[in-house]
């Protein structure tokens, strides 16, 4: 079955400094990763996601992911933070059943905390 | 914003009483899904449909059942609450997967406080 693993169950940073979000995943012949955020009394947006193609993949907000496929991770990067990227980020491998049926499958989240 | 909403936001109520949490999109997308959100465990999901009257479970199930008679809207009801069943849902929906997974739209999640 498929797993995701957070390392981190919680990220505190002062404002400017850079992030890591570590997300390793259980092996799969065929892989999609997705990290998603959370921001407070909100639902899951999607941050990005990684079909296929190139293994650096970027958001729009500065967050960039990369697929590394030897050590089974996805981790999330980002060079600056700021205030608002205060929220809680989850990590995501869909996992395929049946043909195309699948279901996303989650970690457990990494609540990263910025700091003045 | 994808067009999901999910009714109630808040409830309380007493354990062994019934309990349907509505979720209602206006996107015309095949896939539903009925998640919980618990500390420590992230998003699991309770079970999941793929089209009118077609649903599965999913990791969570037990004590849970949902009903979709409608594209628009899937109804997922507790029969006797359980404390155990406190928690945040969050309806999500998606399109065909085609070759690949599409992404998966949120509600703003039903916050349920079983006493």
């Known amino acids: 079955a498929q797993s995701v693993t957070q390392l981190d169950s919680q990220v505190p940073v002062f404002e400017e400094a850079p992030v890591e979000l570590r997300c390793n995943y259980s092996?799969?012949?065929?892989?999609?990763l997705f990290w998603y955020v959370q921001y407070p009394n909100q639902g899951l947006q999607l941050l990005l996601k990684?079909?296929?193609?190139?293994?650096l993949v970027e958001s729009i907000n500065g967050f960039e992911a990369e697929f590394n496929k030897s050590q089974t991770s996805f981790h999330l990067r980002k060079p600056s933070v700021h205030i608002s990227d205060t929220a809680e980020y989850f990590c995501a491998v869909f996992a395929t059943y049946g043909g195309s049926q699948g279901n996303l499958i989650f970690g457990k989240g990494t609540k990263l905390s910025v700091k003045p | 914003d994808a067009g999901i909403t999910q009714s109630p936001r808040h409830k309380v109520t007493e354990t062994g009483t019934p309990v349907t949490l509505r979720c209602h999109q206006t996107?015309?997308?095949?896939?539903m899904y009925w998640y919980r959100q618990d500390p420590g465990h992230g998003l699991r999901l309770i079970h999941y449909?793929?089209?009118?009257?077609?649903?599965d479970k999913g990791e969570v199930s037990d004590g849970y059942s949902v009903s979709r008679s409608k594209t628009e809207d899937f109804l997922l009801t507790l029969e006797s609450a359980t404390s155990s069943q406190t928690s945040v849902y969050f309806c999500?929906?998606?399109?065909?997967?085609?070759?690949?997974?599409?992404?998966?739209?949120f509600g703003p999640g039903t916050r349920l406080t079983v006493l």
């Open positions: 990684y079909l296929s193609g190139s293994t």
């Open positions: 092996s799969s012949v065929s892989v999609y």
């Open positions: 449909s793929y089209g009118v009257k077609d649903t």
């Open positions: 999500a929906i998606s399109e065909s997967i085609g070759s690949g997974p599409n992404e998966q739209f």
């Open positions: 996107e015309n997308h095949r896939y």
